[in-house]
């Protein structure tokens, strides 16, 4: 017997998987949906793939692929960002830690490794179960239209 888990919103992922179009200049557009956030340099959007609820990128909004190719200013308003995006999710999420990383490159993990991104991951104390464990699959308990809601609420004060 096979086990199965059904995920019909990774559909859209397989279909797409040969998209030439960067999700974070997308974004930039205004052509990219799960969008928290957009200042004049930076976007924050929630992670379509999440590794736990909460899962957001900050980006650059120039297309760069590493720090160093960012000006001082771009630099100031992603870490002002990364900071934005973190205490947001402290008020709506409550969560115990966070992980934060960028991935530099194909080789360190990056998905999309030309365009520089910071991940955001909400972390609680035992947030880990046996599903990771036995079945290797991560189980995320919020979907990310209501998520986005609570966030863009929080962010305007009407939560």
Not at 1 to 10: F, S, V
Not at 37 to 58: A, D, E, Q, R, W
Request: glycine share 6%.
């Amino acid at each position: 017997m096979t086990d199965k888990l059904w995920a019909p919103w990774r559909i859209k992922y397989i279909r797409n998987k040969k998209q030439l179009k960067c999700i974070f200049c997308s974004a930039k557009e205004g052509r990219r949906d799960y969008v928290v956030f957009k200042t004049k340099l930076s976007v924050c959007l929630l992670n379509i793939y999440p590794y736990n609820n909460g899962h957001v990128m900050v980006s650059p909004l120039r297309h760069v692929k590493d720090f160093s190719g960012l000006r001082k200013e771009e630099l100031l308003d992603l870490m002002s960002s990364l900071n934005r995006a973190k205490k947001l999710l402290e008020k709506v999420l409550q969560p115990n830690g966070f992980n934060i990383g960028a991935n530099i490159g194909s080789a360190a993990g990056a998905g999309i490794a030309g365009h520089l991104h910071i991940h955001i991951v909400p972390r609680w104390k035992g947030d880990t179960n046996f599903m990771p464990i036995l079945t290797k699959t991560k189980v995320v308990s919020q979907s990310l239209s209501e998520l986005l809601k609570l966030l863009k609420n929080a962010e305007s004060g009407t939560d």
